[in-house]
């Protein structure tokens, strides 16, 4: 149990060093660099022993990772915007694979124009990559998810590969208090990965990748999307898990029990604000400012994107009448993907919450807390179109 | 015909009749062995052979994206050394066209950039090289040597403790590699020789090693993947040291070739303290040259550092090491003065003079019976015992021709006698040689001395005999030691003659026994006897010969493939077996069912020339019985605890590899030209890029008006040691680049063309038919670029090209060049286009680029 | 060691294996691509020195060697494209049309 003070993205460089991955590929871009930085001096000083393999581009990194993972060793990648898109074709084929391969998202606006600053448009557009999502607000979250989505991906029923989202600048950058348990927790934690998908070796020959024709290639694609869909448990027995054997130690750092959501204030509340990310932490103040001011309101933050967690949603808000929908992320030509999504839910469900949506923070444009009140407000009153976006 | 039998690419795959992609995927699985990963990009191999749910691939494969199999690639092998498999697991990733020469070709560029460890075949430090001069060095001793000498001249050279990419050493990975300058014998397929050595390499040594001894004696370890060509039906085949088994035949030289320009002097084994008599005039020159540069004498001693009163005379002689000194420091020349002095003299003794400066068979004879029966004794006398009267005035009458005027004393005990001899020169001359030891000296004379040491040798403890079997006789002669490496350095003098023997080695008693007729033949021509009784039976073994054929197989049989050969010319001309041969033993012979005398092969030769005058399998044949090599059998195969630091290897230039101890051939670092067959799995490194052209963007699309994109030269430029180009016209030269590739440390690159029926539009068997013309019209020249050096494989006459046209109305999609008219102006641009690139290619190989 | 049969998984009436991977066992032997050819090989097995270069050169890898040291397509395979009979230095193989 050390507590202390860094960057996030150190945070996870951390915990990439203590998840003892044998197999690095990165290629570095603002604003994740600090994080493979730091893994490279660790490889450098023997504190991590792996192969850091210097690729020349992100779609290096993303296929060296995937040659590496069929080998069986553990493996890790990071990226932000332009590097992740530039690994698309290979997200897909990665996750068709079965392959649990881990990657940390540092989220970045997406060019044209060329932006570093924060914004979801590149996480959220590679939902359909088959990839497991889950989004950090605080130091601490990232190095703790990081530590659970090897577990989750690893899992023999899952075997899906998986990305952590942590808000580039506005979290990566940014200095808070975390605690990093002892290796040895860890270790019981996370043992040895043992590979249950194929792997290459000459001792037990293995064709992966092979051409899938029409006669099979719905069916296994179906197995690989109803493995997603299964996975929405055995996340959750991952975060109970690890609820259970790492204790908070730091109030406010993180849930007290991790779930694919977590309410903040919803309890009572008439109007909830939902939300990803490290703009959470804004919207908890405003929240307990509305709340001093007597309104009843409350956040739900998403930690689990993909699988899109449709039962803690229902629950959470079943009783609720008014839903705000903050993103920070747009499909051109509809709304916010979170926004169209919650709303096909609570559409099946019967609901009759009113829902609108926010868009926030694009290009990393700063989000205040008058910025969360100024939507409550509207919500509250019904005014404002039903996509607005927050300039 | 010499490829590995076993497939990895299963029948039933999807690939057009006539594929040429398809051949050249399983010439390159069968290069890489059980013991790989395929990587594939999108393409037409991809599709063909994975229609799922089956598979073709029996080796583990993964097919990624298009334009990514080199990424992977990196990602699998750096995967594989975190598992410490590195050096046990071929990676190769395959490509088509556009996988890399297009949008693959920044990937390939990042693995190649980035390099990875080496691989290396190595021998044990002790292993024994013999150099062209004759001298016998170990290897390790030798390599350690250079690079301990190059790591100071380098450190003088740049002032720092760091390695320049222009360094005499270089160190990759953690082989440290040096360039050298002595020679030492090699083969280059037709006979053996002293080469050259290129560089020699030490790396530290593996946990194991495979200790090989075959029957005649020969032992040498080396590591498990280093490779030593055996015999079999096909012809030579490398075999891995692991793989071989007891029974293997493996390449030893009859005959080792040293270049005798430096023959050594009497002088040269004299102690350094012993006098020498100068002639008067010598002398006085020397004295005048020293007073010339020093004054006096005195002077000049204290500046050099010899003892004045040396010159001062009566009876006072200048030292051996004081006259060295002198020369050293300009005041007199060696050179001459080794041709004059022969005259010695020991702690004021009598002086003693030798006939000759340099040996003569008259010593040589001696030193052999002092070797064989005699011993130097503790107070400096030699003791010669011998009961054969004969031989006892042999040794008088040389004693006393060598050194008129000196006396020896002899005393009979019962019959036996005692010959004294009190010559403290030739007493050093004995010792220096080792005479009892280690005479491995002596393999640096001229022939017809080294016979004269071996007629010496067995005179005292040699033995000629017949043994009497059933239906046969068989004769043999013998050289008795007590001494292993006294043992194994008379074989090595038999072989300087051209003798083969093997070496009996027991506790106490290290035989060299010469079996073969031909063998015996030899020695009883070369080296003969002196003594009497010995004499009478060589003359009874002659009579032997000449009455019955011996039965005796040792070290004369003939490689099995001269059995196929012949069999081929009798088809070939339509001659039947039976004129040739009653029994039809050819066609067993062929079989591999029965082995055959080089002899009796040259009998069914002169059989077969009655009737077929010329052809050139003969010359085949002809090399194949040469008598400078024989096929030794191994004994014994034992895996061995390797007790020092380093191994060591060396390279002899391109077309050679070499002979350790003389000892049988084994492979180079770097493999090369067509004879050399095959072997079996081999371990490699990690990355690879192969590549196969397939698709049709084809090579020469005139419709495009670009040249095609030169991949080997960019790749090349990346600093890649192995780059070629291969053609599946060529199988085995492609199998070769490939295993060659596979082996060479770092990433490299093969470029295959294979010929599409579909997209090429020709008839689905011209495929390797066109392979070939693509060469032999230099449109797709092979060459290698080793290194950065270019070497050019085919074609090698510019002026014998085929016509491009031949290679280019062949295929459908070059119709458009010849109907409705031929455009000449289009066919000619290509043809001096395909012309200028070939002359750049071999104007750079030719200048050493 | 992977468990194969762990990675097999039935969706429908249909047997599939997660991510599609195969085990690398030549599977495609069960398929008789022999069907395809319309010529086929014959050899001479007189004129046959065993010399191995139609083996060697089969795209297919179908040419197999007898217990005599010659060569022999499989039928079950030969797709009939005549490089071996192309190649054959003897002319031992000449390729005659299919009947039916």
């Given at each position: 149990m050390t507590k202390t003070v860094m960057e996030a993205s150190h945070a996870i460089s951390e915990a990439v060093k203590m998840i003892k991955p044998g197999v690095v590929a990165a290629y570095p871009i603002t604003p994740q660099t600090h994080i493979v930085e730091r893994i490279s001096d660790f490889v450098a000083d023997g504190d991590l022993k792996a192969e850091y393999i210097r690729v020349e581009s992100e779609f290096g990194a993303i296929s060296a990772c995937l040659g590496a993972s069929a080998t069986g060793v553990r493996v890790y990648t990071s990226t932000s915007a332009q590097g992740l898109a530039l690994m698309f074709e290979i997200l897909f084929i990665v996750s068709g694979m079965r392959l649990p391969v881990c990657m940390t998202v540092v989220n970045r606006a997406m060019s044209a124009p060329i932006s570093i600053w924060n914004d979801h448009q590149d996480s959220i557009s590679c939902r359909d990559t088959g990839w497991i999502q889950m989004y950090a607000e605080t130091a601490q979250e990232c190095y703790d998810l990081t530590l659970m989505q090897y577990k989750i991906s690893e899992n023999k029923n899952v075997l899906l590969p998986s990305m952590v989202c942590l808000d580039g600048f506005t979290l990566s950058h940014v200095y808070e208090p975390f605690d990093i348990p002892p290796q040895k927790q860890v270790d019981e934690f996370l043992p040895e990965y043992r590979p249950h998908s194929a792997i290459l070796d000459p001792d037990q020959p293995m064709t992966l990748g092979s051409i899938g024709f029409p006669s099979h290639y719905m069916e296994i694609r179906y197995s690989q999307i109803e493995a997603m869909e299964n996975s929405i448990d055995i996340i959750e027995k991952v975060f109970n898990e690890f609820s259970d054997n790492f204790p908070v130690q730091i109030e406010g750092s993180r849930p007290e029990r991790y779930y694919h959501t977590e309410g903040y204030r919803i309890d009572d509340a008439e109007t909830v604000f939902v939300a990803m990310g490290s703009v959470c932490g804004t919207i908890k103040v405003a929240v307990d400012k509305l709340r001093g001011e007597g309104e009843k309101v409350g956040l739900l933050k998403l930690i689990t994107y993909r699988p899109f967690p449709r039962e803690a949603i229902k629950n959470a808000l079943k009783d609720v009448k008014k839903v705000a929908v903050l993103e920070k992320a747009v499909s051109p030509g509809a709304n916010g993907p979170v926004f169209d999504e919650i709303s096909s839910l609570l559409y099946g469900e019967k609901s009759e919450a009113e829902i609108r949506n926010f868009i926030i923070g694009l290009g990393g444009r700063d989000v205040r807390l008058d910025h969360i009140e100024r939507i409550y407000e509207m919500t509250k009153e019904g005014k404002g179109k039903k996509q607005e976006w927050m300039f | 015909m010499g490829l590995p039998e076993d497939e990895f690419f299963a029948c039933g795959h999807r690939a057009c009749a006539g594929c040429g992609a398809a051949t050249a995927v399983r010439l390159i699985t069968k290069a890489a062995g059980k013991n790989s990963i395929l990587v594939e990009s999108t393409g037409c191999i991809e599709v063909v052979s994975t229609p799922y749910p089956e598979t073709s691939w029996k080796i583990p494969w993964i097919h990624g994206a298009f334009e990514n199999p080199a990424s992977i690639a990196s990602g699998i092998s750096a995967a594989l050394k975190t598992k410490g498999l590195e050096d046990k697991v071929n990676v190769i990733a395959l490509g088509g066209d556009g996988s890399t020469y297009d949008i693959g070709l920044q990937f390939i560029s990042g693995a190649f950039e980035r390099g990875h460890d080496f691989t290396y075949v190595c021998l044990s430090p002790e292993t024994e090289l013999i150099l062209s001069d004759g001298s016998i060095v170990e290897i390790g001793e030798l390599i350690d040597q250079h690079i301990e000498k190059s790591m100071l001249i380098e450190v003088i050279r740049s002032n720092s403790n760091k390695l320049s990419a222009s360094s005499l050493i270089s160190r990759l990975g953690d082989v440290e590699s040096v360039s050298m300058t002595e020679k030492t014998l090699s083969w280059d397929g037709k006979s053996f020789s002293p080469m050259t050595t290129l560089r020699a390499q030490r790396k530290e040594s593996p946990e194991e090693l495979i200790k090989v001894t075959t029957s005649s004696g020969s032992v040498i370890s080396l590591t498990p993947e280093h490779r030593v060509i055996v015999d079999s039906i096909v012809g030579f085949e490398w075999k891995e040291a692991k793989n071989l088994n007891p029974g293997d035949e493996v390449y030893a030289p009859r005959k080792i070739y040293i270049d005798v320009d430096n023959e050594p002097y009497i002088i040269d084994f004299l102690d350094e303290d012993i006098n020498l008599i100068l002639p008067e005039k010598t002398k006085e020159k020397i004295k005048s040259r020293l007073r010339e540069k020093y004054g006096t004498i005195k002077n000049a001693s204290i500046k050099i550092g010899f003892k004045y009163w040396q010159f001062k005379g009566g009876g006072r002689n200048i030292t051996l090491s004081g006259l060295k000194k002198i020369c050293q420091d300009g005041c007199a020349e060696w050179i001459e003065l080794r041709d004059k002095i022969r005259e010695f003299s020991v702690r004021g003794g009598n002086n003693i003079r030798f006939k000759s400066v340099r040996f003569d068979e008259d010593l040589m004879y001696l030193l052999g019976l002092i070797a064989s029966d005699g011993y130097l004794d503790k107070r400096g006398s030699i003791v010669f015992i011998n009961k054969e009267s004969q031989l006892l005035s042999e040794f008088k009458e040389r004693y006393s021709k060598l050194f008129c005027g000196r006396k020896l004393s002899k005393v009979d005990v019962g019959g036996t006698y005692y010959v004294h001899v009190n010559n403290p020169a030739l007493y050093m001359v004995a010792k220096n040689l080792k005479i009892k030891s280690d005479p491995k000296e002596i393999i640096k004379l001229p022939e017809p001395l080294i016979s004269a040491f071996l007629r010496g040798f067995f005179d005292g403890d040699g033995h000629c005999s017949i043994l009497h079997h059933k239906h046969t006789n068989e004769a043999r002669i013998i050289l008795t030691t007590t001494h292993n490496v006294l043992a194994k350095r008379l074989r090595l003098m038999l072989q300087r003659l051209g003798i083969a023997s093997f070496q009996d080695s027991r506790a106490h008693r290290s035989d060299i026994i010469v079996l073969s007729r031909e063998d015996i033949q030899g020695f009883i021509d070369k080296v003969g006897s002196n003594h009497p009784k010995k004499i009478i039976e060589m003359k009874r073994v002659r009579n032997l010969f000449d009455k019955q054929n011996p039965r005796g197989k040792y070290f004369s049989l003939a490689p099995r493939v001269c059995g196929v050969i012949l069999r081929e010319i009798c088809k070939k001309h339509n001659i039947p077996i039976t004129r040739v041969d009653r029994k039809r033993d050819i066609c067993t012979l062929a079989a591999g069912k029965r082995r055959a005398t080089k002899r009796r092969i040259r009998e069914y030769i002169d059989k077969l020339k009655e009737f077929v005058s010329d052809d050139p399998l003969f010359e085949e044949l002809e090399l194949l019985l040469k008598e400078d090599f024989y096929l030794d059998p191994i004994k014994k195969i034992e895996r061995v605890h390797c007790k020092s630091k380093y191994v060591y290897d060396i390279t002899v230039p391109e077309t050679h590899v070499f002979v350790p101890e003389g000892a049988f051939v084994i492979s180079n670092c770097y493999d090369n030209e067509a004879y050399m067959n095959t072997g079996i799995q081999r371990s490699g490194a990690t990355p690879y890029g192969a590549s196969t052209t397939t698709s049709p963007s084809g090579k020469l699309s005139i419709g495009k008006l670009e040249w095609k994109k030169d991949i080997l030269h960019i790749l090349a430029a990346h600093g890649s040691p192995y780059v070629a180009s291969a053609s599946i016209g060529y199988p085995i030269d492609a199998f070769r680049k490939i295993r060659k590739a596979i082996e060479t440390k770092g990433p490299t690159f093969i470029n295959i063309l294979c010929p599409c029926p579909t997209g090429w539009r020709f008839s689905s068997e011209k495929t390797i038919e066109i392979a070939k013309l693509a060469v032999e019209t230099g449109v797709a020249p092979l060459y290698e670029i080793i290194n950065g050096k270019h070497s050019i494989n085919r074609p090698r006459d510019i002026d014998k090209l085929k016509p491009v046209e031949e290679y280019l109305k062949l295929q459908g999609r070059y119709k458009h060049l010849f109907?409705?008219?031929?455009?000449e102006k289009d066919i000619d641009f290509i043809q001096s286009r395909i012309k200028e690139n070939l002359k750049l290619l071999m104007e750079m190989a030719e200048k050493g680029f | 060691m992977i468990d194969f049969e762990n990675l097999k998984v039935k969706v429908g009436d249909k047997e599939i294996t997660i991510g599609a991977v195969l085990e690398?066992?030549?599977?495609?032997?069960?398929?008789?691509?022999?069907?395809?050819?319309?010529m086929r090989p014959v050899t001479d097995f007189e004129k046959?020195?065993?010399?191995?270069i139609c083996w060697s050169l089969c795209p297919e890898g179908c040419i197999k060697k007898g217990d005599d040291g010659k060569f022999e397509a499989d039928l079950d395979y030969c797709k009939g494209c005549g490089i071996c009979a192309n190649e054959c230095p003897v002319k031992a193989i000449t390729m005659v049309m299919e009947e039916k």
């Amino acid at each position: 149990m050390t507590k202390t003070v860094m960057e996030a993205s150190h945070a996870i460089s951390e915990a990439v060093k203590m998840i003892k991955p044998g197999v690095v590929a990165a290629y570095p871009i603002t604003p994740q660099t600090h994080i493979v930085e730091r893994i490279s001096d660790f490889v450098a000083d023997g504190d991590l022993k792996a192969e850091y393999i210097r690729v020349e581009s992100e779609f290096g990194a993303i296929s060296a990772c995937l040659g590496a993972s069929a080998t069986g060793v553990r493996v890790y990648t990071s990226t932000s915007a332009q590097g992740l898109a530039l690994m698309f074709e290979i997200l897909f084929i990665v996750s068709g694979m079965r392959l649990p391969v881990c990657m940390t998202v540092v989220n970045r606006a997406m060019s044209a124009p060329i932006s570093i600053w924060n914004d979801h448009q590149d996480s959220i557009s590679c939902r359909d990559t088959g990839w497991i999502q889950m989004y950090a607000e605080t130091a601490q979250e990232c190095y703790d998810l990081t530590l659970m989505q090897y577990k989750i991906s690893e899992n023999k029923n899952v075997l899906l590969p998986s990305m952590v989202c942590l808000d580039g600048f506005t979290l990566s950058h940014v200095y808070e208090p975390f605690d990093i348990p002892p290796q040895k927790q860890v270790d019981e934690f996370l043992p040895e990965y043992r590979p249950h998908s194929a792997i290459l070796d000459p001792d037990q020959p293995m064709t992966l990748g092979s051409i899938g024709f029409p006669s099979h290639y719905m069916e296994i694609r179906y197995s690989q999307i109803e493995a997603m869909e299964n996975s929405i448990d055995i996340i959750e027995k991952v975060f109970n898990e690890f609820s259970d054997n790492f204790p908070v130690q730091i109030e406010g750092s993180r849930p007290e029990r991790y779930y694919h959501t977590e309410g903040y204030r919803i309890d009572d509340a008439e109007t909830v604000f939902v939300a990803m990310g490290s703009v959470c932490g804004t919207i908890k103040v405003a929240v307990d400012k509305l709340r001093g001011e007597g309104e009843k309101v409350g956040l739900l933050k998403l930690i689990t994107y993909r699988p899109f967690p449709r039962e803690a949603i229902k629950n959470a808000l079943k009783d609720v009448k008014k839903v705000a929908v903050l993103e920070k992320a747009v499909s051109p030509g509809a709304n916010g993907p979170v926004f169209d999504e919650i709303s096909s839910l609570l559409y099946g469900e019967k609901s009759e919450a009113e829902i609108r949506n926010f868009i926030i923070g694009l290009g990393g444009r700063d989000v205040r807390l008058d910025h969360i009140e100024r939507i409550y407000e509207m919500t509250k009153e019904g005014k404002g179109k039903k996509q607005e976006w927050m300039f | 015909m010499g490829l590995p039998e076993d497939e990895f690419f299963a029948c039933g795959h999807r690939a057009c009749a006539g594929c040429g992609a398809a051949t050249a995927v399983r010439l390159i699985t069968k290069a890489a062995g059980k013991n790989s990963i395929l990587v594939e990009s999108t393409g037409c191999i991809e599709v063909v052979s994975t229609p799922y749910p089956e598979t073709s691939w029996k080796i583990p494969w993964i097919h990624g994206a298009f334009e990514n199999p080199a990424s992977i690639a990196s990602g699998i092998s750096a995967a594989l050394k975190t598992k410490g498999l590195e050096d046990k697991v071929n990676v190769i990733a395959l490509g088509g066209d556009g996988s890399t020469y297009d949008i693959g070709l920044q990937f390939i560029s990042g693995a190649f950039e980035r390099g990875h460890d080496f691989t290396y075949v190595c021998l044990s430090p002790e292993t024994e090289l013999i150099l062209s001069d004759g001298s016998i060095v170990e290897i390790g001793e030798l390599i350690d040597q250079h690079i301990e000498k190059s790591m100071l001249i380098e450190v003088i050279r740049s002032n720092s403790n760091k390695l320049s990419a222009s360094s005499l050493i270089s160190r990759l990975g953690d082989v440290e590699s040096v360039s050298m300058t002595e020679k030492t014998l090699s083969w280059d397929g037709k006979s053996f020789s002293p080469m050259t050595t290129l560089r020699a390499q030490r790396k530290e040594s593996p946990e194991e090693l495979i200790k090989v001894t075959t029957s005649s004696g020969s032992v040498i370890s080396l590591t498990p993947e280093h490779r030593v060509i055996v015999d079999s039906i096909v012809g030579f085949e490398w075999k891995e040291a692991k793989n071989l088994n007891p029974g293997d035949e493996v390449y030893a030289p009859r005959k080792i070739y040293i270049d005798v320009d430096n023959e050594p002097y009497i002088i040269d084994f004299l102690d350094e303290d012993i006098n020498l008599i100068l002639p008067e005039k010598t002398k006085e020159k020397i004295k005048s040259r020293l007073r010339e540069k020093y004054g006096t004498i005195k002077n000049a001693s204290i500046k050099i550092g010899f003892k004045y009163w040396q010159f001062k005379g009566g009876g006072r002689n200048i030292t051996l090491s004081g006259l060295k000194k002198i020369c050293q420091d300009g005041c007199a020349e060696w050179i001459e003065l080794r041709d004059k002095i022969r005259e010695f003299s020991v702690r004021g003794g009598n002086n003693i003079r030798f006939k000759s400066v340099r040996f003569d068979e008259d010593l040589m004879y001696l030193l052999g019976l002092i070797a064989s029966d005699g011993y130097l004794d503790k107070r400096g006398s030699i003791v010669f015992i011998n009961k054969e009267s004969q031989l006892l005035s042999e040794f008088k009458e040389r004693y006393s021709k060598l050194f008129c005027g000196r006396k020896l004393s002899k005393v009979d005990v019962g019959g036996t006698y005692y010959v004294h001899v009190n010559n403290p020169a030739l007493y050093m001359v004995a010792k220096n040689l080792k005479i009892k030891s280690d005479p491995k000296e002596i393999i640096k004379l001229p022939e017809p001395l080294i016979s004269a040491f071996l007629r010496g040798f067995f005179d005292g403890d040699g033995h000629c005999s017949i043994l009497h079997h059933k239906h046969t006789n068989e004769a043999r002669i013998i050289l008795t030691t007590t001494h292993n490496v006294l043992a194994k350095r008379l074989r090595l003098m038999l072989q300087r003659l051209g003798i083969a023997s093997f070496q009996d080695s027991r506790a106490h008693r290290s035989d060299i026994i010469v079996l073969s007729r031909e063998d015996i033949q030899g020695f009883i021509d070369k080296v003969g006897s002196n003594h009497p009784k010995k004499i009478i039976e060589m003359k009874r073994v002659r009579n032997l010969f000449d009455k019955q054929n011996p039965r005796g197989k040792y070290f004369s049989l003939a490689p099995r493939v001269c059995g196929v050969i012949l069999r081929e010319i009798c088809k070939k001309h339509n001659i039947p077996i039976t004129r040739v041969d009653r029994k039809r033993d050819i066609c067993t012979l062929a079989a591999g069912k029965r082995r055959a005398t080089k002899r009796r092969i040259r009998e069914y030769i002169d059989k077969l020339k009655e009737f077929v005058s010329d052809d050139p399998l003969f010359e085949e044949l002809e090399l194949l019985l040469k008598e400078d090599f024989y096929l030794d059998p191994i004994k014994k195969i034992e895996r061995v605890h390797c007790k020092s630091k380093y191994v060591y290897d060396i390279t002899v230039p391109e077309t050679h590899v070499f002979v350790p101890e003389g000892a049988f051939v084994i492979s180079n670092c770097y493999d090369n030209e067509a004879y050399m067959n095959t072997g079996i799995q081999r371990s490699g490194a990690t990355p690879y890029g192969a590549s196969t052209t397939t698709s049709p963007s084809g090579k020469l699309s005139i419709g495009k008006l670009e040249w095609k994109k030169d991949i080997l030269h960019i790749l090349a430029a990346h600093g890649s040691p192995y780059v070629a180009s291969a053609s599946i016209g060529y199988p085995i030269d492609a199998f070769r680049k490939i295993r060659k590739a596979i082996e060479t440390k770092g990433p490299t690159f093969i470029n295959i063309l294979c010929p599409c029926p579909t997209g090429w539009r020709f008839s689905s068997e011209k495929t390797i038919e066109i392979a070939k013309l693509a060469v032999e019209t230099g449109v797709a020249p092979l060459y290698e670029i080793i290194n950065g050096k270019h070497s050019i494989n085919r074609p090698r006459d510019i002026d014998k090209l085929k016509p491009v046209e031949e290679y280019l109305k062949l295929q459908g999609r070059y119709k458009h060049l010849f109907r409705p008219e031929k455009k000449e102006k289009d066919i000619d641009f290509i043809q001096s286009r395909i012309k200028e690139n070939l002359k750049l290619l071999m104007e750079m190989a030719e200048k050493g680029f | 060691m992977i468990d194969f049969e762990n990675l097999k998984v039935k969706v429908g009436d249909k047997e599939i294996t997660i991510g599609a991977v195969l085990e690398s066992n030549g599977s495609t032997s069960n398929l008789k691509t022999g069907a395809w050819r319309s010529m086929r090989p014959v050899t001479d097995f007189e004129k046959c020195t065993g010399c191995g270069i139609c083996w060697s050169l089969c795209p297919e890898g179908c040419i197999k060697k007898g217990d005599d040291g010659k060569f022999e397509a499989d039928l079950d395979y030969c797709k009939g494209c005549g490089i071996c009979a192309n190649e054959c230095p003897v002319k031992a193989i000449t390729m005659v049309m299919e009947e039916k």
